[in-house]
């Protein structure tokens, strides 16, 4: 085993070019933690937010950024017997996966799905996690609801439009340009809405009769949440994981009243290993069937060597990409 491995770290608070690559020693897990030789990890707006200063590493994290890894397990914690050394897995870490080497809760690691590359493993759990855990745990959606996802080719809306699509839910997405609109109806989306050009809101109470979605799924906040309180269903949940759009608005409190409307909101990195460990029991009882069936599946756009993880962010920002933008450890 190594005792150095190659990672890229944030020089100081900034633009793409802040990140570079470095040497770190190889970290050493502790009680219920794995050693995983990673393979390849996913890059995600929190990433962006952490590198620019606006997302600070929880106490004890890695400073290095990376939420989501795919690769080996090659030392820490096997004794509970649900891992052995050498099982290809994919995980959900609070930092630490743009390197050669990264830790992991157990209970936050998910064996591979059949089929997949390791590359299309570590584009699944930040995503995954942050979907399940507000659309399907806090948003509460239920059978035979509706569901409109803002941002419908992130990483956050592939996952989400598919997930939901696959259960049986009728969903709609919301996208910056007529070719991202087909792309999320090819997806499952029963309409791709251009909010550069339609009111995603008319367009959502044209094609429900005027009832409007039971849930939402914002990624913008700001002054999209008036048009969203307007979009929601009687008892519909707009469930809030990003600020986009900015972090204050102006909220019709009589219309959450009279229609019993629910506002919620929640960041992933800080939870609990306990609380993410429940969010990767459902996922894998009930997501990964998918997975492995094809009925959901892995959207890659870009895939970039850890050495360019500054053209990675920056193709990010950039905005253009369609599902996830990765890097290899080759």
């Avoid at 809405?193 to 995603?200: A, L, M, P, Q």
Wanted: charge should be neutral.
């Amino acid at each position: 085993m190594k005792s150095e491995m190659r990672a890229i770290e944030i020089t100081k608070y900034g633009k793409p070019e802040v990140l570079q690559i470095c040497t770190r020693p190889v970290p050493i897990p502790k009680e219920g933690e794995l050693l995983i030789k990673v393979s390849a990890a996913g890059i995600n707006r929190p990433d962006i937010l952490q590198r620019s200063g606006y997302y600070p590493v929880p106490e004890g994290a890695s400073d290095l950024p990376g939420l989501e890894v795919a690769g080996e397990i090659v030392g820490g914690d096997v004794r509970n017997g649900n891992f052995q050394l050498g099982d290809r897995v994919c995980a959900l870490v609070q930092g630490g996966g743009y390197a050669e080497f990264c830790i992991a809760p157990a209970e936050q690691c998910l064996k591979v799905p059949n089929g997949l590359s390791m590359i299309e493993a570590a584009s699944l759990p930040e995503t995954f996690f942050t979907v399940w855990s507000n659309v399907f745990q806090r948003a509460n959606l239920a059978s035979g609801e509706t569901l409109l996802v803002q941002g419908g080719t992130s990483g956050i809306g592939v996952a989400a439009i598919q997930i939901a699509n696959a259960l049986g839910h009728r969903v709609f997405a919301t996208a910056g340009s007529d070719e991202k609109c087909r792309a999320t109806e090819q997806l499952g989306a029963v309409r791709g809405i251009n909010y550069k050009s339609e009111n995603f809101c008319e367009v959502v109470k044209e094609m429900t009769s005027g009832k409007g979605v039971d849930v939402i799924l914002d990624m913008v906040a700001g002054s999209y949440v008036p048009q969203e309180i307007n979009c929601l269903a009687d008892d519909g949940r707009l469930a809030i994981i990003a600020l986009l759009g900015g972090g204050s608005t102006n909220l019709d409190l009589a219309q959450l009243l009279r229609r019993r409307l629910t506002v919620t909101g929640s960041t992933l990195r800080p939870r609990s290993v306990e609380f993410k460990a429940k969010i990767a029991f459902e996922l894998q009882k009930i997501v990964w069937p998918l997975l492995e069936s094809k009925a959901v599946k892995p959207v890659i756009y870009k895939v970039f060597p850890l050495e360019q993880a500054v053209q990675a962010h920056l193709m990010m920002e950039e905005g253009l990409h369609i599902g996830k933008i990765m890097l290899t450890m080759q």
